[in-house]
Each structure stands twice: as structure tokens, then as C-alpha cells.
């Protein structure tokens, strides 16, 4: 076991080989009056699976959107292979693909129709289209469903068709809001090995998660609190010192946020 | 269901429960029972007939066959006082978005006929239990969910059941309030309070004393964690229940 040298702090993690396809420098977004991130600075190398993990309302998925080109930094600037997110806009749509929490499958229309949509806005025809159908429904383990709609499949098919529909243009970037809430075991497990996959072909994946086991399988993490980046690290270097990810996460937010600590319920005020 | 269930030791009884929905069965009759202030889990895939065995429990929708009782009380003929009884929170919490904590918590204790003279201390005692008091007059919809789970679990608690439902009461909520959450789950069972959950999460799994995994209506497995876990995965010492769980689903 390494020594536990990273402490708290904000720790831009600073990538120093060649590629960097994701870049956030210094970023900030306010809603309302209230910082919902808070000079955030992030590389991410190309090739890994990043995780986005901390309390709710850290600010994760208002980086996440940003990231998607879907917000604007107030503060600071997202670059995605050396393009702007703001200014570049346009041509970053093709180099990401990004599935928001409430992600917007046509209920009505079947998982094939659904696919046929996504491959439709990205101009993808003829032997390639098929292909590529096949790939991302097989990864999917949906190819027995084509037929079925989107609306009568169950939680864990549908977030594994909303993957497929955003993975036909085989983006550079996936960004991935919290993809498994309400996922049973089985489902998550083939949805982490579809974006296993997809890695080994290169791929970059930011995701948020509430779920410490799937930070496992992440190759860096970076903890989020009240808009900050805590922390970004290995999930081995985060755990060093703790049992599990989950205890070094919940001791981690504890220590800077008293608050939220002390927040436990109230069991003197049980009935008798 | 008769009278002879032994209501002192078992808070539910489901023999060769069973419900059909046309051509589909969604529950294959099952039988199981849960203990008095036992935390029990009903785990299985999504799709798998744990929602369905919920609504027939709580007499919501009733069986096609088999029969079951919630507190000694037989869902089919017996669902009012089922619904006195029990206490129900899912993962969707059922709150009304644009009421504050306050006012969810007074429509709550009107749906549960709670005598009015006893509103001033039911309210007060959930917004303190819950720690809600500061965001009371806040609308519901404003709340971050770990805060919206515990207003949710605090009026399905108003009515002081003696069972509670909890379906997939922890989706989508970051780990310090799943702590928070479990830590007073396990306090209300030692209280007596039983308390049946539903969760797709393996390691909150953990901490229920006993266990039922079903798959497509029927129960492939059931005992303590440990139980299910050395039953699925002898081979491998150090298994843990999602291993558990993947291979008993897949093997089916």
C-alpha cells in the first residue's frame, strides 16, 4: 500500500503527457446568485474512464453540462480536442456524446426506430448504419427488442438503448449523467462493460455516480463538493486509509462540510 | 387468510402469492414471511415482479391466486386497515413538488385521518426527526433529493405504521445521505418497526437480516447475505452479494 501522500485540497490534477482531450480551466457557473461550480480546473486523458463522484448538488452535472456544451461558463473555459466549447460549438457536437440523467428516449417509437433517430442526426447510412446498429444493440443486449418500444422496455434496458443511441456517432467523449440510477446489478454490469469497450477503443468517458462500486471501476475520480473539486486521484490513492471508497468519500465530505456531517436524523425524537 | 397466524412473531405472511397480467405472469406464486422488526430485502432485476409483489402487499392491485397477510390483516379483504398500518415510500418519494416540507407533511396526516388535535405534534416530530425544520417553509421542489428522501420517509412514518415499504427508497442519493438514511432505518427496526426495502444496490443490501432475490416471478434465493452469498458462490471466498446476485440472475 503507497503512502497516503494527496490530501484534501483543490488539487488540479495536471496532465503532463501529450494528449489532454478534455481540458476545464478554471471554470465557474452561477445559478441564482449561487456558485454551482466553483473554479473547477480538470484534464482528462484520452482513453480514460473519469468519474464524477460527491454529495448532490456538488455541481456535478452542471460541469457535466458545460462539458456538453449545453451552459456556458461564467468563468473560465472547456476545451474538447483543442476545440472551445462555447465558441466552437458546432463542430464539438460530433466529438461527444452525452446522456443526461432525464435522457430523452421516444417512448412511443421502437428501440430500432429509436437508434434509426440518433444515426438519422448524425448522417449515418447505408453498410456502416447497419453495422453499427448491430454493434451498439448487441453490446446493448438488445438486439431481441428491436421491435419492442422504448416506453415497455425496463430501467436498465432503456439506459442501455439511451448508451447505444448516444455511442452510433462513436464519439471522442462520452459525458454520462449518473447513467445507472435505479439500474438493477445485472444491467450495470453489462452497462460498465459496454463502456469497458468502448475505452479499449479509445474512447474518453466523464460519468458521474452515486454509486462508490462503479468508482471503482473508474481510472481517476474526482470528489466534488458544494461546486469544488476536492480531489482528483486514483480510486486507490482516494481510498488509501479507508476500508472501502465509500468510507474514504463519506469521511472526506464530512471533514469539510461539518454541516452536512451533523445532518444525521434525529432518533431521540423517536414514538415511544 | 384465517386467524391462526402467530401476528406476535410474523408482520407478513404471502403463501403461493400469484398475479397474472393477461398472457404474463409478473408473480409465479411465491411464499415468504417476514419477522416482526426484521429488516427484510425483496431484491431482483428490473422487471423481475418485485414492484407487483409491493402493490399486492399493500393492497393496491389484488392477486390473481395465493393469499397473504400485512399485520395480520389479509390483503384482499382487509386493505384499508393495510393501509393504516403500513407505511409507503418509493423511489419516486410521491410528494407534491410545489407544497413545502410543512404543507406535504399536513396533507399527509389528512390522508391518513390522523386525529387533528394531534397534527401540532406529529408535524413537529417529523421535522425535528428528520432535521427539516429550517427548510419547512422551502418548496419541496427546491430540496436536493437526500433531503426530499427524508421528507418522503418521514410522512410515510406520520401515521406510526408498523411496516414499512421502502422502494428503492435510495436511487439517485449521494452516499453521506445513504448513511444517514440506513443509520435511522436500522434504528426504527430496533424500535420494532419491520421494515421491507427494495434496493438495487448490494452493499445497502448488507444491511437487511434476511433476504428473498426473485426472478421473473419466482424466488431463486433467500436467507441471511452471508447465506445467499456461500449458497451462489462457495467457490469463491470472497464473494460479495452483487457477485451473488449476478450469478443466481444469470444462471436462471
Not at chain 1, 228 to 255: S, Y
Request: aromatic residues 8%; contains cysteine.
Amino acid at each position: 500500500m503507497p503512502a497516503c501522500a494527496k490530501q484534501i485540497g483543490t488539487e488540479p490534477y495536471l496532465f503532463n503527457r501529450a494528449l489532454s482531450l478534455f481540458s476545464a480551466t478554471h471554470v465557474s457557473y452561477r445559478f441564482a446568485g449561487t456558485e454551482a461550480v466553483h473554479d473547477v480546473s480538470l484534464e482528462l486523458e484520452s482513453g480514460d474512464i473519469f468519474g464524477l463522484v460527491g454529495s448532490d448538488g456538488a455541481g456535478k452535472s452542471t460541469l457535466l453540462r458545460m462539458a456538453a456544451t449545453m451552459l456556458k461558463p461564467a468563468a473560465g473555459k472547456i476545451t474538447i480536442d483543442g476545440l472551445d466549447t462555447v465558441s466552437d460549438r458546432g463542430k464539438i457536437k460530433s466529438l461527444i456524446g452525452y446522456m443526461p440523467q432525464r435522457f430523452g428516449l421516444y417512448q412511443d417509437l421502437t428501440v430500432e426506430e429509436n437508434i434509426d433517430f440518433f444515426m438519422d442526426i448524425f448522417g449515418i447510412y447505408g453498410a456502416e448504419r447497419k453495422a453499427r446498429k448491430a454493434l451498439y444493440l448487441g453490446f446493448s443486449n438488445l438486439l431481441p427488442f428491436t421491435d419492442r418500444p422504448a416506453g415497455k422496455l425496463s430501467g436498465g434496458m432503456k439506459q442501455k438503448l439511451g448508451l447505444a443511441c448516444v455511442l452510433v456517432h462513436e464519439p471522442r467523449l462520452l459525458i454520462l449523467d449518473e447513467p445507472t440510477n435505479g439500474v438493477d446489478p445485472v444491467s450495470r454490469q453489462e452497462f460498465w462493460e459496454i463502456l469497458g469497450r468502448m475505452r479499449e477503443k479509445g474512447m474518453t468517458i466523464l460519468v458521474s455516480t452515486a454509486y462508490l462500486d462503479e468508482g471503482e471501476r473508474c481510472d481517476r475520480i474526482g470528489l466534488m463538493h458544494r461546486g469544488k473539486l476536492l480531489q482528483t486521484a486514483t480510486p486507490a490513492e482516494i481510498r488509501c486509509g479507508f476500508p472501502n471508497l465509500e468510507e474514504a468519500i463519506i469521511a472526506k465530505i464530512m471533514e469539510v462540510d461539518r454541516n452536512l456531517a451533523q445532518r444525521a436524523f434525529n432518533v431521540e425524537k423517536l414514538p415511544q | 387468510m384465517n386467524s391462526t397466524i402467530d401476528i406476535g412473531k410474523e408482520a407478513i405472511i404471502v403463501e403461493r402469492l400469484e398475479k397474472r397480467f393477461g398472457d404474463f405472469t409478473a408473480v409465479a406464486g411465491i411464499s415468504f414471511s417476514v419477522s416482526k422488526g426484521e429488516i427484510f430485502g425483496f431484491l431482483g432485476a428490473n422487471g423481475s415482479g418485485k414492484s407487483t409483489t409491493i402493490r399486492m402487499l399493500c393492497g393496491l392491485i389484488a392477486p390473481t391466486s395465493g393469499e397473504a397477510s400485512v399485520v395480520g390483516y389479509d390483503i384482499v379483504t382487509q386493505t384499508e386497515e393495510i393501509k393504516q398500518a403500513i407505511g409507503y415510500m418509493s423511489q419516486k418519494f410521491s410528494l407534491y413538488e410545489d407544497l413545502t416540507p410543512f404543507e406535504n407533511i399536513r396533507f399527509y396526516l389528512g390522508i391518513y385521518s390522523v386525529p387533528e388535535k394531534e397534527w401540532a405534534q406529529r408535524i413537529s416530530w417529523v421535522l425535528e426527526t428528520t432535521q427539516l425544520t429550517a427548510e419547512r417553509n422551502r418548496l419541496t421542489r427546491e430540496l436536493p433529493p437526500g433531503l426530499r428522501q427524508r421528507l418522503a420517509l418521514g410522512c410515510s412514518l406520520l401515521h406510526r405504521p408498523q411496516i414499512l415499504f421502502l422502494d428503492e427508497p435510495t436511487s439517485g442519493v449521494d452516499p453521506l445521505s445513504r448513511r444517514h438514511f440506513w443509520d435511522f432505518i436500522r434504528q426504527l427496526a430496533a424500535e420494532g418497526i419491520t421494515v421491507f426495502v427494495t434496493t438495487h444496490y448490494m452493499d445497502e443490501a448488507g444491511n437487511c437480516g434476511r433476504i428473498v432475490l426473485i426472478n421473473e416471478g419466482k424466488i431463486v434465493a433467500s436467507g441471511s447475505p452471508d447465506e445467499i452469498i456461500r449458497g451462489a458462490c462457495p467457490e469463491k471466498p470472497d464473494a460479495n452479494l452483487n457477485d451473488a446476485f449476478i450469478k443466481l440472475i444469470k444462471q436462471e
